[in-house]
């Protein structure tokens, strides 16, 4: 079946350093991709999204680009900043229903001052 | 005011012990569901409705029952608690989109520890 696998955490870095979340996937078909991300306290929220292969998502100075031929959507960020301190999931769907998302295991990221 | 809210946000009860969490919505949305996150394994669906009389069974429905009372309210259910049922719960929303990726709108959460 369809899976997500993302690197294990924590990942702690200081402010202002380059971020990459390496998230790579299993699936039979062409899914969309998803980064959600989790603030401490609260639920999980859509950061980025990629629909097809080369796509690139971005928000919030986030990006990630879906890569058919390595099944990757790697998170980075150029400068992270203490407010980006969260838990990131990768997730897939091969269906537009939000009922079929497979979320990864998540990736706890905590930036130093 | 949140969108979706969860109640109670932590519930500590013993083996046995029937319990129910509670989230609602203002959102308007149809489409509600229910997550656990254990750490390590992610968020799994447990159950999901797409309106008041549709409830569909997810990854982990073996221990738990829903109840959709009304468009804004769905109710999650342990029957007898676990210790295994000790996990972090979810609840989310999301809008029929007719084709296009539906976005889920997360509730904060209910941390639920079984004695």
């Known amino acids: 079946g369809d899976s997500v696998t993302q690197m294990e955490g924590p990942v702690t870095l200081s402010e202002e350093a380059f971020l990459t979340i390496n998230c790579t996937y299993t699936?039979?078909?062409?899914?969309?991709l998803f980064w959600y991300v989790q603030y401490p306290g609260e639920g999980l929220q859509l950061l980025l999204k990629?629909?097809?292969?080369?796509d690139k998502g971005s928000n919030k100075g986030f990006e990630a680009t879906y890569r058919k031929e390595t099944t990757s959507f790697h998170l980075e960020k150029g400068s992270v900043q203490v407010s980006d301190s969260a838990v990131y999931f990768c997730?897939?769907?091969?269906?537009?229903?939000?009922?079929?998302?497979?979320f990864g295991s998540g990736t706890r990221l905590s930036i130093r001052p | 005011d949140a969108d979706v809210t969860q109640t109670p946000r932590n519930r500590i009860t013993k083996t046995g012990k029937r319990i129910m969490l509670e989230c609602s919505q203002t959102?308007?949305?149809?489409?509600m569901y229910w997550y656990r996150q254990d750490p390590g394994l992610g968020l799994r669906l447990i159950y999901y409705?797409?309106?008041?009389?549709?409830?569909n069974k997810g990854e982990i429905s073996d221990g738990y029952s829903v109840s959709r009372q009304a468009q804004a309210k769905f109710s999650l259910s342990l029957e007898s608690a676990i210790p295994n049922q000790t996990a972090l719960y979810f609840c989310?929303?999301?809008?029929?989109?007719?084709?296009?990726?539906?976005?889920?709108?997360f509730g904060s959460g209910t941390q639920l520890s079984v004695l």
């Open positions: 989310a929303t999301s809008e029929h989109s007719g084709g296009s990726n539906e976005k889920l709108f």
């Open positions: 699936a039979t078909g062409y899914p969309s």
């Open positions: 990629a629909t097809k292969a080369d």
């Open positions: 997730a897939l769907s091969e269906d537009s229903s939000a009922s079929k998302i497979i």
């Open positions: 959102k308007g949305h149809d489409r």
């Open positions: 409705s797409f309106d008041v009389k549709d409830i």
